[in-house]
């Protein structure tokens, strides 16, 4: 029956019923309350209107039988003493077939068993219609009769009065209209039918297994749509379950704060209860009911809105799958549909429509409510709408997301406004690094975040919060403090950063600047006190995204304080010479100055216990390492570009146990390393482009990637076969280098491409002509291994 229910949603019905009957029976009494009840109802009932009935007829009433959703077979004592009542159901029967129509048989002052035997009255009528048939024409109406027998109806023995017998029919008959009619809800959304088809293959429904499948993702994704979709789709009566329940708002009902844990789990499943077995107020007095109840019950069940794992531990077990966003194609399809009517954007909006696209993120609540709000308008309205939705929330999407926000508790929200507005886009081990110190809990606050989908941290370990959950952390950020930007806990608007700082009106309640200095338009100067109203800073980025671009941010006299609680300092371009002498970084994580005018970072030993990450890059007025002897938990240390850097010293450099990145390349006036290091975790060694370094910096014997190409070494030691990590040795360029001693047998790549090195040996045997890059087990990308 499943390809006849199929065929059914896509036939035109002309009307709801199709009544068969005998008039002599019943049109003046039983068929008249019926069909006055039908029609008070509204449901749209074929009538003959007393015609006498005639071959003349017949095809009318041909066309009525097809043309009805559901055929009404009142079965009375001289039912089948009429032909055509009799051929009126073998054609009934086989549009049932054909089409899935739905059959109510009405066993009407008569017997069922003497309908499905042609036994009694009921028989002795039909016989009477047989004399002068042939054969084949008798059994057909006898198997017609017998199987619309079969089929469960109504019998008036049962009845106290007609009345109330007509009243069930009626309702019978409107409560199928109600099921069997498809479904338009879904019709205008884009990409539905591929999240129907695999989430129908996830549930295996031929298989007599428990399946349980999670649809996860961001609040607007289309999650509750999918799930009322293939609702509708399976709990028609083609798939045959014996239970059926969209459960709405499963979060709702489990948010009674009088109960505790356990009282809660039992009146959620006593809710449940009673809305899949439409009675109400069930009580129950254990967690074991639900599960009893439905035992060798094949039940569909969809719980929409579920936000707790233990909404889940009191009724399914675990969820597996998620909810992809649509493509850009299908993003800017449901885009055009809210905004123009149809599936493409009109001639001239095309870009506009790509832009607005961009700003819901792809996200589907997004496309039909910004769509929405755009519809009617022309191209220069269109224009001018833009720069406002890139600053401000649509007032829907706001309210739908401000749910997901007030639904965290404090320490979870504030570590959302955290990711909104400093770390977007960042490795997640580094953010569990700048906060390890703060009261969030990083760890654990993260997975709330993820299990809420408000953020997604990638398989390469960066974290992604969605644009316009990006959007709403900021607007609850400026809404902290509206006029007066120096009282808000972040600060990331340019204009407001600029004047915050440049009038002083920074207050203990930052916590975070992040400037993109880039979006400055004029130079911006600033006084030496400018962060000492902001002694809880703990996270300062002045960053710049073009290599080329010039100092915008200028402090004439110099800084005279720095709050100690900073844990990330980034200043691209930072136009001193040195930092404030009273800086005391003990709780720096990362230090950034890229492209600084330092010619040194501060005197003698500094408190640097917590320093991770170290990148003066490009900061061509250094001279030599600052003493980092304390920063002993130091990993990444680059130092690239430092072209006035001449020497450094073992101070700099000897405690650094935990480094596993120095990169020093093109420190074009660097002589030498210290050769009475041994840097035990180093794994990544850059010094390419250093010209005048003639000695190989043998400083760890657990490198796994060395770069000394374009540099000035005659010569590598022997003892280099003690490197038994060794993966990669990039040495093209040194002229002066002609011979290469054994290397040991991890080597993968080897580069002596411009040496005058003829022969190669490894401990595995491979042997390389000179001035080509030998591959030993396949290549390995420099670029991607020496990279910051």
Request: aromatic share 8%.
């Amino acid at each position: 029956m499943a390809a006849s229910s199929s065929s059914s949603s896509f036939h035109c019905w002309r009307y709801h019923v199709f009544p068969s009957f005998c008039g002599e029976d019943v049109r003046r009494s039983f068929l008249s309350h019926l069909e006055k009840e039908l029609q008070i109802k509204g449901i749209n009932a074929f009538k003959d209107h007393g015609i006498k009935r005639s071959r003349s007829i017949w095809p009318e009433l041909k066309h009525a039988i097809w043309e009805s959703r559901i055929s009404l077979v009142v079965l009375s004592r001289n039912y089948a003493g009429s032909s055509w009542c009799l051929n009126e159901l073998l054609e009934i029967m086989e549009s049932r077939e054909a089409l899935g129509q739905t059959l109510l048989p009405v066993f009407y002052e008569v017997d069922p068993s003497d309908v499905r035997k042609q036994t009694g009255a009921f028989g002795k009528a039909f016989e009477k219609t047989c004399v002068g048939r042939n054969v084949e024409e008798r059994q057909r109406w006898s198997r017609a009769l017998t199987n619309v027998a079969n089929v469960a109806g109504d019998w008036s023995e049962k009845w106290e009065s007609e009345a109330s017998m007509v009243e069930k029919i009626v309702a019978d008959v409107s409560e199928e209209l109600n099921c069997c009619t498809p479904s338009k809800d879904f019709d205008d959304f884009v990409g539905l039918e591929a999240h129907i088809a695999k989430l129908s293959s996830m549930l295996c429904l031929q298989s007599n297994e428990v399946r349980v499948i999670g649809i996860w993702g961001p609040t607007g994704i289309g999650k509750t749509t999918i799930a009322r979709a293939l609702y509708n789709q399976l709990s028609s009566d083609a798939y045959d379950f014996q239970l059926s329940l969209f459960m709405e708002n499963v979060k709702g009902s489990y948010r009674t704060k009088e109960l505790d844990g356990y009282s809660l789990k039992l009146h959620l499943q006593e809710r449940f209860l009673s809305e899949i077995f439409n009675q109400r107020n069930i009580k129950i007095s254990h967690l074991g009911v639900a599960q009893e109840r439905l035992k060798n019950q094949k039940a569909l069940i969809v719980l929409d809105d579920v936000d707790e794992l233990e909404q889940l531990h009191a009724l399914a077990d675990k969820t597996q799958w998620f909810v992809g966003f649509p493509s850009k194609g299908e993003a800017i399809q449901i885009l055009c549909r809210f905004a123009f009517g149809q599936n493409s954007a009109p001639e001239g909006y095309y870009d506009l429509a790509v832009e607005v696209a961009k700003l819901a993120g792809a996200l589907p609540l997004g496309l039909s409510i910004l769509g929405a709000s755009l519809r009617g308008m022309s191209k220069e309205e269109w224009t001018k709408a833009l720069p406002r939705l890139k600053t401000s929330l649509n007032g829907k999407i706001e309210k739908l997301l401000g749910v997901c926000y007030d639904g965290l508790d404090e320490k979870d929200k504030s570590l959302f406004l955290h990711i909104a507005c400093l770390f977007n886009g960042e490795n997640v081990d580094r953010v569990k690094q700048l906060l390890a110190k703060s009261a969030l809990d990083a760890e654990f606050g993260l997975k709330v975040l993820v299990d809420r989908s408000l953020i997604h941290i990638h398989a390469d370990g960066y974290i992604v919060m969605h644009c316009l959950l990006q959007q709403k952390g900021k607007e609850i950020t400026r809404g902290q403090c509206l006029h007066e930007p120096g009282k808000r806990r972040f600060l990331v608007d340019a204009l407001e950063i600029s004047d915050v700082l440049a009038d002083e009106t920074g207050t203990e309640t930052v916590l975070g600047i992040s400037l993109d200095m880039s979006e400055i338009d004029e130079q911006l100067y600033i006084s030496e006190k400018s962060f000492v109203k902001m002694p809880n800073l703990q996270f300062l980025r002045l960053y710049n995204n073009f290599p080329d671009e010039r100092v915008k941010v200028y402090v004439p006299h110099g800084l005279d304080y720095l709050p100690r609680k900073l844990s990330l300092l980034q200043w691209d371009l930072y136009p001193v010479k040195h930092m404030p002498y009273k800086f005391r970084p003990e709780f720096l994580v990362e230090l950034t100055m890229r492209d600084s005018k330092l010619e040194k970072l501060w005197e003698g030993v500094q408190p640097l216990p917590s320093l991770k990450h170290m990148d003066l890059s490009a900061s061509r007025n250094i001279k030599d390492i600052p003493n980092l002897s304390g920063a002993t938990n130091l990993e990444k240390l680059f130092l690239r570009l430092c072209e006035n850097m001449v020497t450094v010293s073992s101070s700099s450099l000897q405690n650094l146990s935990k480094l596993k990145v120095l990169d020093m390349s093109s420190c074009i006036k660097l002589k030498n390393l210290p050769t009475d290091l041994n840097l035990e975790s180093l794994s990544v060694l850059n010094l390419r482009g250093c010209w005048k370094l003639k000695s190989f910096p043998f400083i760890s014997t657990r490198i796994q990637f060395v770069s000394l190409g374009e540099t000035a070494i005659e010569k590598v030691p022997s003892l280099i076969k003690l490197c038994s990590r060794l993966v990669s040795l990039e040495m093209g360029g040194c002229k002066n280098l002609n011979t290469l001693p054994p290397l040991p047998a991890s080597v993968e790549i080897v580069d002596l491409s411009g040496t005058g090195v003829e022969v190669v040996y490894t401990e595995a045997g491979p042997v390389f002509s000179k001035y080509m890059v030998g591959y030993i087990r396949g290549p390995t990308c420099f670029s991607s291994v020496f990279k910051a």
